[in-house]
């Protein structure tokens, strides 16, 4: 099994920037990629970036690319999601996930961390 603990939300104004992270621990040698999807209040969850375990390919859903960076450590047992230039609508709970990689999107199949709070004020 694998065990996915993230931390690293909070509260920034527009235009700030927060790093969550999201830590693997266990049977990490079985993931095949990793990455984040987002839930605000009243809407669908929805994916976010996604990276390869064992690569360095990188996906982005088209609202963050460029303000968002996906990457491991050098350990590869931790994904950090960089965010700068944020904005409102980036306001949700942060789900990390392990998965499958299909048509440049994470499908989640195998585990989630526990979610962090990220809110951005206006």
């Known amino acids: 099994q694998v065990q996915l603990v993230e931390s690293g939300g909070g509260l920034v104004q527009t235009g700030g920037s927060l790093r969550l992270s999201c830590e693997a621990s266990?049977?990490?040698?079985?993931?095949?990629?990793m990455g984040w999807f987002r839930q605000a209040p009243g809407k669908e969850r929805e994916f976010v970036a996604a990276i390869n375990w064992l690569g360095d390919t990188t996906y982005y859903t088209n609202s963050v690319k460029g303000r968002f960076t996906i990457f491991r450590d050098n350990a590869k047992n931790t994904v950090y999601l960089q965010m700068t230039s944020l904005k409102p609508e980036d306001t949700a709970v942060y789900y990390c996930a392990t998965g499958g990689i299909f048509r440049s999107v994470l499908y989640p199949n195998d585990y989630w961390g526990q979610g962090t709070q990220v809110t951005v004020s206006s």
């Open positions: 266990g049977r990490t040698a079985s993931i095949a990629a």
